[in-house]
């Protein structure tokens, strides 16, 4: 079956850095996205990761495995307004999203 | 970015009413759209995918009667929640892709999704 798989939450410090991690299992992959949602409001597109590596967009990086079937989201200098859950979503060989059910990142002061 | 635009952001009905939420592409053509429901502390499920001219897909569990969608144009899809219960309560979401210009990322473009609540 189809699979994604994220931590529930995770707790990060002002200024730090944070790594979410995900794990997928799709029939066939067309891509690997990474989407923010702040609570009671619609995703808002990060990174989209089709080849191996990293790609780099300001504060935000996003990492990929093709072999290992593993992403990563890379969040720098972290700010409080970083506090919200992020999905991943693996696209199958059919171009359908299959959902991770997300990760929410605390930041503290 | 494409700009996806859905409304209404709000809706409070009474059970057994019917509600139309519309979902507009405001500067693309968006031949396929699809819409998601969200409950709290949940991730986006799949409802079904709206197809301009053609009858919508619905996932596996979803009653097409009750979720009535309408793909009229290349811009606008509607979804009706029919017969409305308080289990029909959620975050309800569409999104597209935009295929112009020969180029498509994969990028979905959301709405901003309406929270039904009904009473």
């Known amino acids: 079956g189809q699979n994604i798989d994220q931590p529930t939450e995770m707790t990060a410090t002002e200024g730090a850095i944070v790594q979410i991690n995900c794990t997928y299992q799709t029939s066939g992959f067309n891509g690997l996205f990474w989407y923010q949602q702040h609570a009671g409001e619609a995703p808002t597109f990060l990174s989209y990761?089709?080849l191996d590596g990293l790609e780099e967009k300001g504060r935000f990086s996003s990492f990929l495995s093709r072999s290992k079937g593993y992403s990563y989201l890379l969040l720098k200098e972290l700010q409080m307004k970083d506090s919200a859950s992020y999905l991943c979503a693996a696209m199958d060989s059919n171009y359908q999203l299959i959902w991770g059910a997300g990760t929410k990142l605390i930041i503290k002061p | 970015g494409a700009v996806v635009s859905q409304h209404p952001s709000r809706v409070i009905c009474k059970s057994g009413t019917s509600v139309k939420i519309e979902c507009r592409s405001l500067d693309f053509q968006a031949t396929t759209m699809f819409w998601y429901r969200q409950f709290p502390k949940q991730s986006l499920m799949l409802m079904a995918t709206s197809n301009e001219g053609s009858k919508a897909t619905y996932e596996q569990g979803v009653e097409k009667d009750k979720f009535l969608i309408n793909h009229a144009s290349l811009t606008l899809s509607t979804l009706t929640v029919t017969s409305a219960h308080p289990e029909d309560s959620s975050f309800y979401i569409c999104?597209?892709?935009?295929?112009?210009?020969?180029?498509?990322?994969?990028?979905?473009?959301f709405g901003e999704g309406s929270r039904l609540t009904v009473l």
């Open positions: 999104s597209a892709r935009d295929f112009s210009a020969g180029g498509d990322t994969g990028e979905l473009f």
């Open positions: 990761n089709v």
